[in-house]
């Protein structure tokens, strides 16, 4: 059966329709910060409010299986919480495109909802917030797995794996970001999880070049 856009992802195929005009922008806060993986014209470093980053989701493709799913991020509403992550702009033909890839990457394979988002760049000169499409799991989702203690997540990303790659990458890769594009933010629950992975696993120390392209 034919999966029906969420909402805010149908509005934005909408405008879509003929010449497209009006840029789009898409909030990553995962595995998008540094794997794209679609074309897009400007990327930002920045921040949405109202949202606090969790390892609360399922993967069983990505970074897991059905046997052992793997832990990937969602948001959880939080009032007084930012999330942090990298805004991508995308213009014409590359609105269709990135949508249609993220729709199976994100949606149809991670179970993700959209919705749009008041995205603050990193850069001062920013006048006014931009309006983004963000992916997000809820509750609802069959592969939602919810709250668990930093050693449960950390044990079981160590011994998940998918198509993508292992999940240990995931949670290095993400905090390498965090490191070197947020350094004056920090992300209590990602560097817990991160701290309790690698007091399970005494061997696992940083590589001396980053996981995060620059």
């Not at 203690?149 to 990303?157: G, H």
Request: proline share 7%; charged share 25%; hydrophobic share 35%.
């Amino acid at each position: 059966m034919k999966r029906d856009p969420p909402p805010a992802e149908r509005q934005a195929q909408e405008e879509d329709a003929g010449e497209q005009k009006t840029p789009l922008w898409i909030f990553g806060y995962g595995s998008l910060v540094w794997r794209p993986d679609f074309e897009f014209s400007s990327r930002q470093v920045g921040f949405i409010r109202g949202y606090s980053r969790r390892f609360w989701q399922g993967d069983t493709f990505h970074r897991g299986n059905e046997k052992m799913p793997g832990r990937v991020v969602t948001l959880q509403e939080d009032y007084d919480a930012c999330t942090w992550g990298v805004a991508y702009e995308v213009c014409g033909e590359q609105i269709a495109a990135s949508l249609q890839y993220l729709n199976m990457r994100e949606a149809v394979l991670g179970g993700y909802d959209t919705k749009l988002v008041k995205f603050h760049p990193q850069d001062k000169e920013a006048d006014e917030p931009i309006l983004a499409l963000v992916y997000i799991a809820t509750p609802q989702n069959p592969t939602y797995l919810g709250p668990a203690s930093e050693e449960d997540i950390a044990a079981q990303i160590i011994v998940s794996s998918g198509r993508s790659g292992h999940n240990i990458e995931y949670l290095l890769r993400l905090a390498d970001f965090m490191r070197y594009f947020c350094p004056q933010v920090e992300d209590e629950h990602l560097f817990s999880i991160e701290e309790a992975l690698v007091s399970i696993l005494p061997c696992l120390c940083q590589a001396e070049e980053p996981l995060v392209e620059v």
